[in-house]
C-alpha cells in the first residue's frame, strides 16, 4: 500500500516539473580564484611571450646533436664455439592412477601434476614406512626438501562417520 502510494506522489504532475526544470537558465559557473595561472599569463603578455619566445642558442645546440645507432655485428660461429642454451625441458611421463584419462600425460622433472600429488599424499598417509620422503623424491623425480615440505604441510581429506548413537537426531515436531 505504501509503495503504490509513494509512485503516485511521485509521478505527479511529472512533465510540467520536467519542462520546468529543462527550462531554466543554466546556472552561472562560480567565480575564478585571482591567483590562478590562466589569469596571470592574460595579464601579464610579457610573460607569455617569454614562453612562446624560440631560443637561437638551444636550437643551434641541439642541431648539433646527432645520434646515430647501429647494432652490434652478429657474429656466427661455427660447432667450435658456444652453443646458446636450449630451453627445452625434459619430460618424463606421469605415474597414472585410476583418474589417467583427466590427467596430462607428461610433466617435466622437478614437478608432479596434481592426479600424481593427490596419489603420493595417499600412499604416504595409508604407508608412511614403505612411502617415506626420499622413496617418493626418486620415484617422480623431485627435490627431497620440496617433498618433505609437500608431506608436511599438505594432507588428503579423510573422510569419517560418526555411529548412530552420537548423531543428534532432529526430532520432527
Known amino acids: ?3 503504490r502510494l509513494a509512485r503516485v506522489f511521485r509521478n505527479f504532475n511529472v512533465e510540467s516539473r520536467a519542462r520546468r526544470e529543462i527550462s531554466k537558465e543554466k546556472p552561472t559557473p562560480a567565480p575564478r580564484h585571482p591567483a590562478s595561472r590562466l589569469d596571470e599569463l592574460a595579464d601579464h603578455p610579457e610573460i607569455r611571450q617569454e614562453i612562446y619566445r624560440k631560443d637561437d642558442r638551444l636550437l643551434t645546440l641541439l642541431k ?3 645520434v646515430e645507432s647501429r647494432d652490434p655485428p652478429v657474429r656466427v660461429e661455427d660447432g667450435g664455439g ?3 642454451p636450449c630451453k627445452q625441458e625434459e ?3 606421469t605415474k597414472l592412477g585410476h583418474l589417467g584419462e583427466l590427467d596430462v600425460k607428461k610433466v617435466p622433472k ?3 601434476s596434481i592426479v600424481e ?3 603420493l599424499l595417499n600412499n604416504h598417509k595409508l604407508h608412511p614406512q614403505i612411502w617415506t620422503a626420499e622413496k617418493i623424491a626418486v620415484e617422480y623425480s623431485l627435490e627431497l626438501k620440496d617433498v618433505s615440505s609437500l608431506l608436511e604441510f599438505f594432507i ?3 573422510v569419517q562417520e560418526f555411529p548412530k548413537e552420537t548423531k543428534k537426531a532432529i526430532k520432527p515436531t
Do not use: N
Open 64 to 66: 648539433d646533436v646527432y
Open 91 to 93: 619430460k618424463r611421463l
Open 156 to 158: 588428503p581429506f579423510t
Open 117 to 119: 600429488a593427490l596419489t
Open 1 to 3: 500500500m505504501g509503495g
Open 110 to 112: 622437478g614437478k608432479i
Open 82 to 84: 658456444e652453443h646458446l
